[in-house]
């Protein structure tokens, strides 16, 4: 079966590869607010999140990606999960609009700044992982360095927390408010989805997974 959680991964490494070796490609397509703001450059809100920074920020966001992508294309987005027979074309609806929707918020933070960059697939991961935890709250997530799992919301709750904290202090190279806007945007797009298509309250759902299948 086509897995378009594969194909993005493969189009992403190639092209970050390519940018690797050539600075000009990475340049031209990373998001740089300043040049989207004079030059209309509206492209980078997506090619964005197929340029990475290095060998490994492009595996962390990929591994992170397939873990969660697979389970939730193939399972919750497949022909027999909300979605039907359409349910890949949400899939990759969701990653696409979030790698733009991430940015946003840092668009009008630095658009007057003509230093600012970012790149990476962060903000449509986080989506993606969001995404996947709404619809299955229980679901057991690692986390890197720590030999243990958690449930997903409470992942969800450590993420959200961090992340916002982290957009307000960080003055490092890591774009923590794409990360924050990302999940969020998981959440909002899968509901509404839910919602619009399938008539299918994914909020309510997870309130009630939280009441009666964990606190019992």
């Known amino acids: 079966m086509f897995s378009i959680t594969i194909a993005l991964i493969v189009v992403t490494t190639l092209i970050s590869i390519v940018a690797f070796g050539n600075h000009k490609v990475q340049e031209d397509l990373l998001f740089w ?4 703001r ?33 389970y939730l294309e193939l399972g919750l987005f497949s022909s027999s999960g909300l ?38 697939a962060s ?12 619809l299955k709250p229980l679901t057991p997530v690692g986390i ?11 992942f969800a ?17 890591i774009a923590h408010g794409a990360h924050l806007a990302g999940a969020l945007y998981g959440i909002v797009y899968t509901s509404i989805a839910a919602k619009l298509y399938a008539d299918f309250n994914a909020i309510k759902v997870f309130i009630h997974i939280l009441r009666f299948d964990w606190l019992q």
């Open 33 to 36: 607010p300043a040049a989207i």
């Open 144 to 154: 890197i360095l720590i030999p243990i799992q958690i449930p997903g919301f409470m």
């Open 157 to 173: 709750i450590l993420f959200l927390v961090i992340s916002a904290v982290l957009a307000r202090t960080s003055r490092g190279t």
């Open 123 to 134: 903000g449509a991961v986080s989506a993606v992982i969001f995404s996947c935890i709404l």
């Open 83 to 120: 979605f039907g027979s359409n349910g890949k074309l949400f899939f990759l609806g969701l990653y696409l609009s979030a790698i733009a929707v991430a940015v946003i918020p840092d668009y009008f933070i630095h658009r007057r700044s003509s230093e600012y960059r970012s790149l990476g």
């Open 38 to 70: 004079h030059r209309n450059q509206y492209y980078r809100f997506i090619t964005c999140g197929f340029v990475h920074f290095d060998v490994s920020h492009l595996l962390l966001n990929m591994l992170s990606f397939y873990a969660f992508g697979e």
